[in-house]
């Protein structure tokens, strides 16, 4: 099982319009967890810690199951500048290091 | 969150060649870290540089290939020796948060003909 995984997309999304992306991880110790969102030719900009209990931060939700090892982003009423790769992030304890999904390509159409 | 500059931002540079890329960061800060992104990958990291001491490389990466300098709290730089066109990336510098996470720079995107 692969680290980190993700859904490369590309997910093509109406505007305005709730869109989904999971993350699976494989080392159940991991505690860190977040959501980066990377532009095109630019550098990835931490978009969103995920806490335990889920957190929301504007039409953005992050969820963690822990049980199931995955975390997920919701976004809500989808805007144009919404589209860009978004990566998952998560903290490994035992190598004391951060491990990066590949990223899940998401583009809003007008 | 820090603000962290990169220079170059940008080069094309010949096979057998080398070049260095600097990181510097408005605050101190014990760990700065190096990260390579291929076209199409995600993020790997190179190596974590302390000051005051050796880097430490990840697998797969070794240090007279990467050579890293971090003379000061505020510093870093990071070597691409006999560059190869499987060096063309991008590299980015980063400093950790409270929380582990990764505040990147604006990046060196880097061509090898």
């Not at chain 2, 408005?26 to 992104?37: E, I, K, P």
Request: a neutral charge; aromatic letters at 10%; hydrophobic letters at 30%.
């Amino acid at each position: 099982r692969k680290e980190v995984e993700q859904d490369p997309g590309p997910f093509n999304v109406p505007e305005g319009a709730t869109v989904a992306f999971n993350c699976t991880y494989s080392n159940s110790a991991s505690q860190s967890f977040f959501w980066y969102r990377q532009d095109c030719r630019k550098e990835p900009k931490l978009l969103m810690s995920v806490y335990s209990s889920g957190n929301e931060d504007g039409r953005f939700t992050a969820q963690l199951n822990r049980a199931s090892q995955y975390i997920s982003l919701l976004i809500r009423d989808s805007k144009l500048s919404d589209s860009a790769t978004y990566l998952c992030v998560v903290n490994f304890p035992g190598d004391d290091k951060i491990i990066f999904g590949k990223g899940t390509r998401l583009h809003i159409l007008p | 969150s820090a603000v962290i500059s990169q220079k170059p931002s940008r080069d094309i540079c010949q096979r057998g060649t080398s070049l260095t890329i600097q990181c510097q960061v408005d605050s101190q800060v014990t760990m700065m870290f190096w990260y390579r992104q291929q076209p199409g990958q995600s993020l790997t990291l190179i190596a974590t540089a302390n000051q005051g001491s050796e880097a430490t490389y990840e697998s797969g990466f070794v240090i007279d290939k990467f050579p890293i300098s971090r003379p000061n709290l505020t510093f870093s730089t990071l070597t691409v020796s006999n560059m190869s066109p499987e060096d063309s990336s991008i590299y980015l510098c980063s400093v950790s948060g409270a929380y582990n996470e990764q505040f990147f720079g604006p990046g060196t995107r880097l061509t090898v003909l």
